[in-house]
C-alpha cells in the first residue's frame, strides 16, 4: 500500500540514536509493577514491551515532541510523573531510604510574599515567556533540592491548579513541591552503591519510566489503542485522508449488515391520563391481545391512521421513538409521557433496510474502519523496520 512506503521511506531516513539494550535487573523491576495489573506476565513479555517503549520513545521525539514536556496542558509534566514512577519502580526491589525534613531554619527567608516576589503575573494563557522564565531560572534552589533545580524548573512542571496556589503565595505548597525533588536526589544517591551493583543507572531507570508513561498516548497516537474521548492525531488524519471512495464501497460490500438499521415498524400504542388504567390495560393486553384491549377499553390506537406502519423520521414523536426502541413483539410496561400521560406501547414487528453506499453515515463509519485497519499495518511496520536496524530478534 503507497502509504507504507511513505511512511517507512520517511522512518528509515531518520539517524538512529536509541539503546535499546536492558540489564535484567532492569525488565524485572519493571515485571514487578506490571504483574500488579497483569500477574502472567514473564520476563520475556517484559523485555518485549521495554523495547516497544523505545521504539515509542524515540517516535515521540521525532513526530510528537510536545508530549516529552507534558501530556496534558493542565496537568503536570512529564519529567514530574516519571520521578515518581522511578521511585514505584525502585520501591519494588529497595527499600527506599528515609529522609528527614529539613530544619525550619532554612526555610525563614522564604515565605508567600517572598514567593509571589519571585514570580511574574499568573500567565491567562498558562505558559511563561522566554523573559519569565530567564528570570525564574536565576532564583537557585539547588541548596534546598541537594540537587540542580530552579524555579523555572518547579512551576514549568506544575499542574495549572498548582501553579495558580502558588501565584497565591502558597508556600507550604511550594516547600512540599521541593521536599519531593530533595527526596528523590537524596533516595538515588542513598542507592547509588546498591543500583550499581546491579548495573542500574539512575538516567537510564527516569528514561524507561519516561517511556512506559509515554505508552498510551503514543500508541494512542498511532491508532493501536483508542483514546477516551475518542481524539484521533494528524497522522491518523492523514492515513484517513488516503481512503478511496473505492476503498469505501468494497468496506460497505464486504459489511452490508453493520449498514442495515430499521427502516419501520409495525405497532400499536395507546394513551391514558391515570397510570392504573394503563396498568390494567397492559394486564388486560397480556392475557389476550394488543387489539382486543383496545377494543375492551375503547381505547384508540395512536397508529391507526397508518394502518400500524410507523416509519422512521428525522422528528419522530416521543411515542413513535419507544416503538421503534421495542424488541420484535414486545409490550412496555406502562411509560411516563413528557407530557404526563402514560403510554402503553407493543411493537409487532421490525422492517430493515441499507444506508446507501453514498451516504454519510457509510463513509464516516467505513472510513474509521479502514484508517483503524491500515493504522495497525503500518504501526507493525515501522515496528518491524525499526526493530531490524537495532538487530533485534525477539
Avoid: C
Amino acid at each position: 500500500m503507497p502509504i507504507l512506503v511513505l511512511l517507512l521511506a520517511s522512518f528509515i531516513s531518520l539517524p538512529i540514536f536509541a539503546n535499546v539494550t536492558f540489564e535484567k535487573a532492569e525488565v524485572k523491576l519493571v515485571q514487578q509493577i506490571l504483574k500488579e495489573k497483569e500477574e502472567s506476565i514473564t520476563f520475556n513479555q517484559t523485555h518485549s514491551r521495554l523495547l516497544e517503549n523505545t521504539f515509542l520513545l524515540e517516535q515521540a521525539k521525532q513526530r510528537n515532541p510536545a508530549i516529552l514536556v507534558r501530556q496534558s496542558a493542565v496537568g503536570f509534566s512529564s519529567n514530574f510523573h516519571a520521578r515518581r514512577y522511578t521511585l514505584t519502580l525502585l520501591k519494588s526491589q529497595f527499600p527506599l531510604p528515609h529522609i528527614p525534613k529539613l530544619n525550619d531554619k532554612v526555610w525563614q527567608p522564604y515565605s508567600s510574599q517572598w514567593l509571589q516576589t519571585q514570580l511574574p503575573s499568573y500567565p491567562s494563557n498558562n505558559v511563561y515567556t522566554e523573559l519569565e522564565l530567564m528570570r525564574l531560572a536565576k532564583v537557585d534552589l539547588s541548596h534546598l533540592a541537594d540537587g540542580k533545580l530552579t524555579l523555572a524548573t518547579l512551576m514549568s512542571e506544575q499542574s495549572m491548579q498548582n501553579r495558580y496556589k502558588l501565584h497565591q503565595g502558597d508556600i507550604e505548597l511550594f516547600k512540599s513541591l521541593v521536599a519531593e525533588h530533595r527526596r528523590f536526589n537524596l533516595i538515588m544517591k542513598g542507592l547509588n552503591n546498591k543500583l550499581q551493583a546491579q548495573h542500574l543507572s539512575p538516567n537510564k531507570l527516569i528514561n524507561i519510566a519516561k517511556a512506559e508513561l509515554l505508552r498510551p498516548t503514543m500508541l494512542t497516537y498511532f491508532g493501536v489503542a483508542h483514546s477516551l474521548h475518542a481524539e484521533r492525531s494528524d497522522y491518523l488524519d492523514e492515513l484517513q485522508q488516503r481512503i478511496t471512495e473505492q476503498a469505501v464501497h468494497g468496506y460497505f460490500a464486504k459489511n452490508k449488515q453493520k449498514f442495515r438499521f430499521i427502516e419501520k415498524v409495525q405497532a400499536n400504542a395507546v394513551l391514558f391520563e391515570d397510570k392504573a388504567k394503563a396498568e390494567q390495560f397492559q394486564s388486560y393486553a397480556l392475557a389476550h391481545s394488543f387489539d382486543q384491549a383496545v377494543t375492551h377499553f375503547k381505547q384508540v390506537d395512536l397508529f391507526a391512521v397508518d394502518k400500524g406502519l410507523v416509519k422512521r423520521q428525522k422528528n419522530s414523536s416521543w411515542a413513535q421513538q419507544v416503538v421503534f426502541s421495542l424488541q420484535p413483539n414486545q409490550l412496555s410496561k406502562p411509560i411516563r409521557s413528557p407530557q404526563g400521560q402514560w403510554l402503553v406501547a407493543h411493537t409487532k414487528q421490525r422492517f430493515y433496510a441499507y444506508y446507501d453506499k453514498d451516504s454519510e453515515t457509510v463513509k464516516y463509519q467505513a472510513k474509521l474502519a479502514l484508517t483503524d485497519a491500515l493504522a495497525k499495518k503500518a504501526y507493525a511496520e515501522l515496528k518491524k523496520h525499526w526493530f531490524e536496524q537495532h538487530n533485534i530478534k525477539l
